[in-house]
């Protein structure tokens, strides 16, 4: 499957660390100099070698009539590299004798679906999708996301594909990339898929209507894209559904960002819209992050709905359809969210780990074993739903939330988004959570050699020690990751990053007082590590 034809090794390739460019279940580096001390890592040939390994490992798994070719989707978020990395992506592909179909700027959860759209007219369904995205991340990094149409791929698969790609990146000749270029031209065709995707989005919104043509007439939404690939939403998706949607902003894809983070759970972002909906005096706001797999959304009177909130809200809808299911989150939700959950709304809350896939693929295993869940939604925005083949679609989600808008307006209840507001009543929020990131240092001695994997787990095993000694603390009875601990009117949890060498802190009280009482309790046991980088939970105790 490799793009090499004659025996003689291109000389001037850079050594290449593959694997370092996993990050969980997608792929990440850098793909634009400038950045001191961050050196290129996703260049041309190492894309181009990625791009066939997928291939190779599309062709194993569908093991179809040779005769007719496979077809791979290529699209892109709004960064300064994705032009020549679909480029990249678009020989590599084509050098595995495979068909390429581009799409250009794209969002993330319609390269999935392009894997399930039965129309030919638009060259669908395909058989694999790349998506050339590395999502908040700054303006000099890129990656890829897999899809077939069973899902993303996972941890192993990516792996599997990266040891492939150093294989094909160490036999590339001068000859065999010339020829992939000619390739690539042979087996290229262009489609405005998105204009299939948004067309979806909005027979479903018309669908939870009643079939009205118009079912957001009169309802005033801004949509604020961040600069990413999510500008769609405003005049493909809103507009034709009736909204007005001035005032929005940011539409324009600029992959510079200049304006904020294309991020929902960054503060700068989220004031950002929220500064929109009170200017236009708005009913809604809704944000994106780059390619559009999260979203959150402010009420008119600019509450936020991102985080424990958002997770509330779509656990409120979800549970109207599917009464008594289970939602699963992320690891870091609030004993509140806990409570509103099964207490207001009747369901129960699954907390499981960290990590998007984790969520998602948890859900799916419930579902598997005989536990009902219906929503798989973490923290960052990422949420999933069965009924959407477990995509997590942040447009999608904030569908969804316009059905709730319309469906009210169609059964007569006026108010605009004070019927989501009113749907999180009730839900206790803490008046203090912070996330403090404590670093281990991999150099440090006290490592002894081992991995800061090791040391991070040490750390976990001695304050799980601590905790049971100290009767004013209560280890949480289920837990699939770190070490949580209610107390004082509040908890804490610590973890282990699920890449880099972190342990994140997070911390959640009625008061700072009974904050730093938590924050305490983890700084007597982890003292005794020297390798661990206190300094921000110190710097946090010191300001009690």
Not at 41 to 67: G, N, Q, R, Y
Not at 164 to 180: P, Q, R, W
Not at 299 to 310: G, K, P, V
Request: with cysteine; hydrophobic share 40%; net charge negative.
């Amino acid at each position: 499957m490799a793009a090499a034809s004659s025996t003689t090794a291109v000389p001037y390739l850079d050594k290449v660390d593959f694997m370092k460019l996993q990050n969980g279940s997608d792929i990440r580096g850098v793909a634009v100099p400038g950045v001191e001390g961050e050196p290129v890592t996703l260049t041309e040939p190492v894309t181009e070698a990625i791009a066939a390994a997928f291939s190779a490992w599309l062709s194993e798994k569908k093991k179809v009539d040779a005769s007719k070719p496979l077809k791979v989707s290529v699209g892109h978020d709004s960064r300064i590299s994705a032009q020549v990395l679909q480029d990249a992506v678009t020989r590599g592909v084509a050098s595995a004798g495979l068909d390429v179909v581009q799409y250009g700027l794209a969002s993330t959860p319609a390269m999935f679906n392009s894997t399930l759209t039965e129309d030919e007219a638009f060259l669908c369904p395909v058989d694999g999708a790349i998506m050339i995205t590395a999502s908040h991340l700054p303006f000099n990094r890129n990656g890829f996301k897999f899809f077939t149409n069973a899902g993303g791929l996972g941890k192993a698969d990516i792996k599997n594909i990266l040891e492939h790609a150093v294989d094909i990146y160490n036999s590339f000749t001068d000859e065999g990339l010339m020829k992939s270029k000619g390739k690539a031209s042979e087996s290229l065709k262009r489609v405005d898929y998105m204009t299939v995707y948004t067309s979806d989005l909005v027979k479903a919104v018309r669908k939870a209507a009643g079939n009205i043509e118009k079912p957001l007439e009169g309802f005033h939404i801004v949509v604020d894209a961040g600069n990413g690939a999510g500008g769609f939403f405003a005049e493909k998706v809103l507009q034709p559904l009736g909204a007005i949607t001035s005032g929005s902003q940011f539409l324009e894809p600029d992959g510079m960002f200049p304006n904020h983070i294309p991020n929902p759970e960054d503060k700068a972002a989220m004031k950002a819209i929220a500064q929109a909906v009170l200017e236009n005096k708005a009913d809604l706001g809704i944000i994106f992050d780059t390619d559009v797999d999260r979203s959150a959304a402010v009420d008119s009177t600019a509450r936020e709905f991102n985080r424990n909130r958002l997770i509330a809200l779509m656990s409120a809808i979800v549970l109207e359809e599917h009464p008594g299911t289970t939602i699963v989150t992320d690891s870091v939700t609030s004993d509140g969210l806990t409570t509103f959950i099964e207490n207001k709304l009747g369901g129960k809350h699954h907390r499981f780990k960290r990590g998007y896939k984790n969520v998602i693929d948890e859900a799916v295993r419930l579902n598997s074993v005989g536990e009902e869940s219906h929503l798989a939604i973490e923290t960052s925005g990422h949420g999933a739903l069965k009924e959407n083949h477990w995509l997590d679609d942040g447009a999608y989600l904030m569908v969804k939330v316009l059905n709730k808008l319309a469906s009210a307006r169609a059964s007569g209840i006026a108010g605009g988004s004070k019927v989501l507001t009113d749907l999180v009543e009730g839900l206790q929020e803490p008046r203090v959570a912070v996330e403090l990131r404590l670093k281990i240092d991999q150099n440090h001695p006290d490592l002894k050699g081992g991995s800061f994997r090791e040391y991070g787990e040490a750390v976990l095993k001695l304050l799980e020690n601590h905790v049971e000694s100290d009767p004013k603390l209560q280890k949480a009875p289920v837990n699939y990751e770190g070490v949580r601990v209610s107390g004082f009117g509040g908890w804490f949890l610590l973890r282990l990053s699920l890449h880099d060498p972190v342990l994140p802190l997070n911390i959640e009280a009625s008061s700072h007082e009974d904050a730093v009482k938590l924050g305490l309790a983890v700084a007597s046991a982890v003292k005794k590590f020297p390798a661990l980088d206190t300094s921000a939970l110190d710097k946090f105790l010191q300001t009690s």
